[in-house]
Antibody, heavy 121, light 106 residues
Framework: QVHLVQSGAEVKKPGASVKVSCKTS????????IHWVRQAPGQGLEWMAW????????NYEQNFGGRVTLTRDTSTSTAYMDLRTLKSDDTAVYYC???????????????WGQGTLVSVS | SYELTQPPSVSVSPGQTASITCSGD??????AFWYQQKPGQSPVLVIY???KRPSGIPERFSGSNSGNTATLTISGTQALDEADYYC?????????FGGGTKLTVL
């Protein structure tokens, strides 16, 4: 069965960077785009970016001002989200999610990681 | 940038029908997706491509999308349906979420 398992909670100071991992299993990693979505405490979902695990191509929400970088390691079926120059309002739960349809960037997210809390203080 | 608007809250009595709307410019020209999120849990896809249900999602969940509005309908609402619901669409290859609707079953 499909699983997305994320790395553990992080506490960072303003200006620092954080790298969150999303280890996948149960399907062909290179066959489905991976997206990252975040949720600030008590707030809604915010789409951040996607990566094509096959080619490494990426697409980012412009509001992050180039502070986000997505990478992947096909040998371990793991996706990574790197967020730099952290601010207090980056405090949120960060989720990775798999696109339901193989080979396309935009469809529903059928499997989600458990979330990683990043606290910036 | 593209925006999706949802009512902050919807209330429904058990056994009744709940409707949650999601509005966006020409949303009917795009696919709409709906997610259910319970406290402390990751979101769950309940409707994809406007009105299709993933396996394991009860038949009481349905969706439609036309004009500027997508609607999630829950028929015979149960207490366990109490959750936050988010609509989502694609603006080209950029994802957009609505602000979320808290569904209260009382």
């Amino acid at each position: 069965q499909v699983h997305l398992v994320q790395s553990g909670a992080e506490v960072k100071k303003p200006g620092a960077s954080v790298k969150v991992s999303c280890k996948t299993s149960g399907y062909t990693f290179t066959g489905h785009y991976i997206h990252w979505v975040r949720q600030a405490p008590g707030q809604g979902l915010e789409w951040m970016a996607w990566i094509n695990p096959n080619s490494g191509a990426t697409n980012y929400e412009q509001n992050f001002g180039g502070r986000v970088t997505l990478t992947r390691d096909t040998s371990t079926s793991t996706a990574y989200m790197d967020l730099r120059t952290l601010k207090s309002d980056d405090t949120a739960v960060y989720y990775c999610a798999r696109v339901r349809v193989g080979g396309v960037p935009g469809d529903g997210f059928d499997f989600w990681g458990q979330g990683t809390l990043v606290s910036v203080s | 940038s593209y925006e999706l608007t949802q009512p902050p809250s919807v209330s429904v009595s058990p056994g009744q029908t709940a409707s949650i709307t999601c509005s966006g410019d020409k949303l009917g020209d795009k696919y709409a997706f709906w997610y259910q999120q319970k406290p402390g849990q990751s979101p769950v896809l309940v409707i994809y491509q406007d009105g299709k249900r993933p396996s394991g999602i009860p038949e009481r969940f349905s969706g439609s999308n036309s004009g500027n509005t997508a609607t999630l309908t829950i028929s015979g609402t149960q207490a366990l349906d109490e959750a936050d619901y988010y609509c989502q669409a694609w603006d080209s290859t950029m994802g957009v979420f609505g602000g979320g609707t808290k569904l209260t079953v009382l």
